[in-house]
Nanobody, 127 residues
Framework: QVQLVESGGGLVQAGGSLRLSCAAS??????VGWFRQAPGKEREFVAA????????RYEDSVKGRFTISRDNAKITVYLQTNSLKPEDTAVYYC??????????????????????WGQGTQVTVSS
């Protein structure tokens, strides 16, 4: 049974930082992504990383502020979030895909392309 477990969310003031973690049980995945969903809004792509960690993708609004990385020995993917803004407030979800979808723009941004999901972790940024 594949499980993804997120942690690291919380309440932080604008300008602050949080490090989100996504721990996978049982296996590694070719592409791992982070998505977020704010109340009343659609789920949106945030960042993705390939198996080796050499290819990463970011949503424009988080480029330069967020960094995705992975530790395959621990089967864990991290999302370092810096310079947080109130508009970053959302539930952040980790998702994993068996295929190398990171090489296809239309696929890695599409939440339906991911096979497994975590339960989400809340990030709240106060102004």
């Amino acid at each position: 049974q594949v499980q993804l477990v997120e942690s690291g969310g919380g309440l932080v003031q604008a300008g602050g930082s949080l490090r989100l973690s996504c721990a996978a049980s049982g296996r590694t995945f070719n592409t791992v992504g982070w998505f977020r969903q704010a109340p009343g809004k659609e789920r949106e792509f945030v960042a993705a990383i390939d198996w080796s960690g050499s290819s990463t993708r970011y949503e424009d609004s988080v480029k330069g502020r967020f960094t995705i990385s992975r530790d395959n020995a621990k089967i864990t993917v991290y999302l370092q979030t810096n310079s947080l803004k109130p508009e970053d407030t959302a539930v952040y979800y980790c998702a994993a895909a068996s295929s190398n979808i990171i090489y296809y723009t239309a696929r890695y941004r599409n939440w339906a392309e991911y096979d497994h999901w975590g339960q989400g972790t809340q990030v709240t940024v106060s102004s």
